[in-house]
């Protein structure tokens, strides 16, 4: 099974300009833990995580209202395409200690594939266990 068929293509974006207290209110209103930032032409810039903005911005005693998301973005974040098989995106997350990862096309923002939709697909949810143990384990031993 490729990423394209458990990806979700409805992916709500930020622009790096715009500002930490704009990307935590669309964190809140969307109920997700992450935003893919992307320029006007649709590419993948980074990703700003709700945890990038705490440690980064409120932790550093920084305004968020007055912090751009390109400050505190994580850059060079790991990307499937749609192509890929889903087993790849469950090896990658657990790799680089993720929960979703962006799904880009030629460099665009096509969508989001996460653990949950990897899970909810019963084909992949031992590996999708599996990855989560592996970052949960992870995140422990720091």
């Keep these: 099974m490729q990423v394209k068929d458990l990806m979700n293509p409805s992916v709500v974006s ?8 704009l990307a935590a209110r669309l964190i809140s209103r969307h109920n997700v833990g992450a935003l893919p930032v992307c320029g006007s032409d649709g590419r ?12 980064r911005c409120v932790a550093a005693e920084e305004d968020p209202a007055q912090t751009p998301v390109r400050d505190i973005m994580t850059r060079g974040c790991a990307t499937v395409t749609p192509q890929d098989d889903c087993r790849e995106a469950t090896r990658l997350m657990a790799q680089q200690q ?17 653990l949950s939709d990897l899970a909810r697909s019963r084909r992949f949810d031992m590996e999708a266990a599996q990855a989560l143990c592996e970052i949960s384990e992870n995140i422990v031993m720091r």
Excluded at 44 to 55: E, K, N, Q, S
Excluded at 106 to 111: D, I, P, R, S, T
């Design 44 to 55: 993948l810039r980074g990703v700003v995580t709700d945890r990038d903005i705490v440690l």
């Design 98 to 114: 993720v929960r979703r990862l962006p799904v880009v096309d030629q460099g665009k923002l096509v969508g989001i594939i996460s």
């Design 14 to 21: 930020i622009e790096p300009g715009s500002s930490a207290a």
